[in-house]
Structure formats: structure tokens, C-alpha cells
């Protein structure tokens, strides 16, 4: 079964580090997502790729969140300095055609102290 | 900014039981989706329906959809303990075509 990878599934930091987060999307999909869930927030979108271009990255913090596309199987999410409110699961979702199925991954659960 | 408002935000039933549950959201939209989150885990796309349809089966899952009132109720019938999980909607936005927004969820419980 296809599925969005993302690495690593954990990551402990201290404040001021910065983290990389990593998903691989389905081969095939096009349009990749980001997500941060929280319990306070819930399921807010950071970012979305289409063709490996960014549409829409309004829900990201510029200052310190930058989210790129390198190749069409590799998409990042960086956070450089990392704060401890940026402590949440992070989800790569991917998806192909219009009206299709979001994928998610496993996420990434950050801890920053 | 979240788009859909789910309704309970808990529900807990008996196996056997039906659950329904209710999204509301504000702008005009393409679709809207229905996903299941379990505990520690990605999300799960469980049905799509589209802004023409207004009722839409799959399994044991009966979406409705009514874009007069911007809203959608998932039912699901003879739940299972196996159900318990966080249901949550997404609406795709008409003027922003692709782009997903979700609701604050519903977190089910069924009880065996």
C-alpha cells in the first residue's frame, strides 16, 4: 500500500534549534500539505505545494517556518529558532487529482523545551 | 482559521448504537470530506462528497450535505468499539479550489 512517509517521528529539541522535518509523498500525488495539531488549535494548514510550487504557506509563521519542495518526492518543513509553542504533531498530507483524498502521514511529534 | 465546526465535540454510545455527528462551515465550498483520526496516528480519508450531491453511502457511513444550511452530518450505523476514534470535516473552498481546511472534530467513544 502507497503511503506518506514522514521522518523522524519524534524529535526533542531545546529552544533555539532548528528542526527539519521531512515527508516523502505518494509517487504520483502532486499537491503536498502541511499540518500542526494541537489540542489548543486543533488542525491548523501551514503550507500547500502544487508541481513542487508553494500556494499557499499564510498559515506558517514567516519569521522562523520555511516549507520547500527540492524535488517531487521530497518535501521539508523547517523551524529555525525553534520556540516551545511550536511543540505539536506535524502532518505531511498528500493528494493527486482535484476532489481526491488527502493521504496523511504518521506525522512528527516535536517537543521543544 | 478553521472553516468547519463540528458538533458534539464528544460523543460517547453503546456498541450497537448509532453516532451522528454534524459539521457546519461558512463559505461556499467544492466538497467536503469526512476523516478519522486514531489515537497517535495521520489522518484517515473516510468520504468525499461533493457540493451536487446531497447524500452519499459508504459501508456502514451515510453523509448527508446540505449547502443551503452549510452542513453535513455523518452517520455512522451499528457502531463497534473499533469506531472510537476522532472524526473530523474538511472543506474544500470554492474560491480557493484545493485548499483544506478542518474542523475542530468529534471525538467518539463507544463502549462494548
Known amino acids: 500500500d502507497a503511503r506518506v512517509t514522514q521522518t523522524p517521528r519524534h524529535k526533542v529539541t531545546e529552544m533555539g534549534q532548528e528542526v527539519t522535518m521531512r515527508c516523502q509523498p505518494i509517487l504520483g500525488h502532486n499537491t503536498v500539505f502541511w499540518y500542526r495539531q494541537t489540542m489548543m488549535q486543533g488542525l491548523e494548514l501551514l503550507a500547500y505545494?502544487?508541481?513542487?510550487?508553494?500556494?499557499?504557506d499564510s498559515g506558517m509563521p514567516k519569521d522562523r517556518f520555511s516549507a520547500e519542495m527540492p524535488d517531487a518526492t521530497l518535501a521539508t518543513l523547517k523551524i529555525q529558532p525553534s520556540e516551545p509553542r511550536d511543540s505539536a504533531v506535524y502532518f505531511c498530507?498528500?493528494?493527486?487529482?482535484?476532489?481526491?483524498?488527502?493521504?496523511f502521514g504518521n506525522g512528527t511529534r516535536l517537543t521543544v523545551t | 482559521s478553521q472553516q468547519g465546526e463540528e458538533d458534539p465535540q464528544a460523543l460517547s454510545i453503546q456498541e450497537g448504537e448509532n453516532a451522528t455527528m454534524n459539521c457546519s462551515y461558512k463559505?461556499?465550498?467544492?466538497?467536503l470530506q469526512w476523516y478519522r483520526q486514531n489515537s497517535g496516528r495521520g489522518l484517515v480519508h473516510l468520504i468525499l462528497i461533493r457540493s451536487n450531491e446531497r447524500e452519499k453511502h459508504s459501508g456502514r457511513l451515510r453523509v448527508t450535505l446540505d449547502t443551503s444550511k452549510k452542513s453535513s452530518s455523518l452517520l455512522i450505523t451499528a457502531s463497534r468499539a473499533a469506531d472510537t476514534a476522532s472524526y473530523f470535516c474538511a472543506t474544500d473552498d470554492y474560491n480557493q479550489g484545493g485548499k483544506l481546511i478542518f474542523g475542530q472534530g468529534t471525538e467518539l467513544s463507544v463502549k462494548p
Open positions: 463559505t461556499s465550498i467544492n466538497n
Open positions: 498530507a498528500s493528494t493527486g487529482p482535484y476532489n481526491s483524498p488527502l493521504h
Open positions: 505545494f502544487r508541481n513542487r510550487a508553494p500556494l499557499d
